[in-house]
């Protein structure tokens, strides 16, 4: 049974049930302190540890852990992140949290949630920084008739509405934040949970694609058929055109996480890529109706 926490300013919420652990966890599960617990794992490469001097936090600790994780003893870690949960006042269950990088305060909240939505956004910034070999782009991702669809664009531009309804339209769910390359210029999955901004009708949210749940295999990694640079204009009319080689090879390259540290590698992968894609500049409305385009797009490209 879970157990909770009354936080300041709200009322008593769910922080899991400790007792659930993933297969090929456990053992690397260690004590921290009387009721806390500490573990590693590594993504793409890059090997982290996590601290929880509350235990209950485990569970949405580990929702929030980058897509493809897996435990590793790292018993040198590139990264250290620490939750502490401190009793505000004597005698309440008023709880602050704190949050640590390498020993430097982060953040501070009241609010479990928000201190665990800000480590999910460390773990995923580093982990796109120094994934080795996966190179990062900011770019959402779908998969259509055995290609890729690659939407690049910064955080705000609206990729995770536009993937979720391409994802609704039929195409496959690959990434709302990241395309992750291999050495051949393919789209690995980056299947974390979809972030759909609120608005003044309804909040924030966050939305599992994986078909059945996290337990589902992954995609196959895909060629790019068709990357679309998209912008967003409220009440227009789609239009697109094909851009050059040139244009499209600067574009993603500024989208690349890491292309300060790996300038070779990023401009091998981004020539085979503009070589072998489609690359097109789109303005387009709502995204239900631009999606149906995009996917129309794919499809007469792909024949062509």
């Known amino acids: 049974m879970s157990q909770e926490l009354r936080l300041a300013d709200g009322p008593c919420i769910p922080l899991g049930d400790s007792s659930y652990v993933p297969m090929g966890l456990m053992e690397g599960l260690k004590q921290l302190g009387d009721f806390g617990v500490q573990f590693s794992f590594s993504a793409f490469g890059v090997r982290i540890r996590i601290l929880l001097t509350d235990r209950r936090l485990l569970s949405q600790t580990l929702e929030r852990l980058p897509p493809g994780w897996t435990p590793d003893p790292a018993d040198q870690p590139s990264q250290t992140y620490l939750i502490s949960s ?104 980056y299947r974390r949970r979809i972030s759909l901004r609120g608005n003044d009708c309804e ?75 489609t690359v097109i500049e789109v303005t387009r409305g709502e995204a239900g109706p631009a999606a149906v385009r995009l996917l129309q797009e794919c499809g007469s490209r792909q024949e062509a």
Not at 155 to 168: D, I, P, Q, Y
Not at 206 to 235: F, Q
């Open 86 to 189: 401190t009793i505000r006042a004597a005698g309440t269950c008023r709880v602050q949290f704190s949050l640590y990088e390498n020993e430097v305060l982060i953040r501070r909240a009241i609010a479990g949630g928000s201190i665990l939505d800000a480590l999910e956004s460390r773990l995923q910034i580093h982990v796109a920084e120094f994934a080795d070999p996966g190179l990062f782009v900011h770019a959402g991702v779908v998969g259509w008739q055995g290609r890729a669809l690659v939407l690049p664009g910064s955080s705000f531009a609206g990729k995770s509405t536009l993937v979720h309804a391409l994802v609704r339209a039929g195409a496959t769910y690959y990434s709302d934040e990241y395309a992750v390359l291999d050495h051949e210029g393919r789209v690995l999955p």
């Open 203 to 277: 909040p924030s949210r966050r939305i599992d694609m994986n078909a059945s749940g996290p337990e589902d295999p992954p995609p196959p990694p895909l060629p790019i058929g068709l990357v679309a640079m998209s912008t967003y204009v409220d009440g227009a009319d789609w239009q697109s055109h094909q851009v050059s080689g040139g244009a499209a090879f600067v574009a993603l390259c500024g989208q690349t996480v890491a292309i300060r540290r790996r300038p070779e590698d990023t401009f091998a992968i981004m020539e085979k890529i503009v070589a072998s894609a």
